[in-house]
């Protein structure tokens, strides 16, 4: 897959990100991209606390499977403390608890469990069809079609440069305020490459993971996660890793929302590879409140 050359730079910088200092014995310290927002990336801390586990585990063993926390916004400004405690070593798998600390409080909090390699059983439900990237307009012409009258937060999300790079597969929801049916699909990929290890290539796609959940389950509301009159934000995010996946390519991120009740909406969410395979499911339950002065 071709890349235009200066596109590498937003993934090295996530890379460098993910390259945690040791400070101890099970515990590691990680800074954050400089982009200007309010608070830290979801998904910047669930890559950030894999890899601080990942580096408490043997290398034969591969994450299957995390659940994790969002406990209070994360802090740009300040680095990340991750504090890996090592809760079981059996003969297959290893389970550890991950706390991330920032001000002398716990911002996040995830469960990780790793495997060794094992063969078994295997199925898998398949891939809708969809259009092909290649098909979709690309970020650059929807950013000279759409932002233009878009609103300035919406302008400031779309303007940074990002490691990953989104193609929805339809722009109705950038269109209309109609009340749509509770899924997308969208095409992501990583801008720049990513190294041929199987610990990386597990960081990016649980960084890609909390991309575009909330916006589903907005869908049949007609609004969406840039309406100043509603608080948005992750509450938990849970995935599944199946199969392993090299980030070369682009990845399909189907999305439902099956509920959204109580302040909170909850979406599903699975990722394939361009051939079909289904490499991860992802499931996140965010908060959607009214502002008071609304």
Same mark, same amino acid.
């Given at each position: ?95 550890? @608890? ?46 000279? =079609?759409? =932002? ?38 969208? @095409? ?51 995935? @599944? ?54």
């Amino acid at each position: 897959m071709s890349r235009p050359p200066e596109s590498q730079a937003a993934m090295d910088q996530l890379l460098a990100t993910l390259d945690l200092e040791k400070l101890e014995e099970n515990l590691f310290r990680g800074s954050s991209p400089q982009v200007g927002w309010q608070r830290v990336f979801g998904g910047q801390v669930i890559a950030q606390a894999l890899m601080a586990a990942q580096r408490t585990v043997a290398d034969d063993r591969f994450v299957h499977s995390l659940h994790a926390y969002f406990i209070r916004p994360g802090d740009p400004s300040v680095p990340i403390v991750y504090q890996v405690d090592r809760i079981r070593d059996g003969s297959s798998f290893a389970t550890r @608890w991950i706390v991330a600390i920032q001000h002398g409080h716990p911002i996040f909090s995830m469960s990780a469990s790793f495997q060794v390699e094992e063969g078994g059983l295997d199925h898998q439900v398949p891939m809708p069809p969809v259009t092909p990237p290649e098909k979709l307009m690309g970020e650059k012409e929807f950013k000279e =079609l759409f =932002l233009a009258q878009a609103p300035e937060v919406v302008r400031k999300y779309w303007s940074q440069d990002r490691p990953i790079e989104i193609r929805p597969v339809s722009l109705v929801h950038y269109l209309t305020k109609d009340k749509l049916e509770p899924r997308q699909d969208i @095409w992501v990929r990583a801008v720049g490459a990513v190294p041929a290890d199987r610990h990386y290539q597990a960081c990016i796609l649980a960084y890609l993971s909390d991309m575009t959940l909330l916006d589903t389950s907005l869908y049949p509301h007609g609004t969406s996660i840039f309406n100043p009159k509603l608080q948005v934000a992750s509450l938990d995010h849970a995935m @599944w890793f199946h199969r392993p996946c090299t980030m070369d390519d682009w990845l399909l991120y189907t999305q439902d929302s099956p509920s959204s009740s109580g302040a909170r909406g909850m979406t599903r969410g699975g990722l394939y590879t361009r051939s079909g395979t289904l490499v991860a499911s992802v499931a996140q339950e965010g908060l959607i409140r009214k502002r008071a002065d609304e």
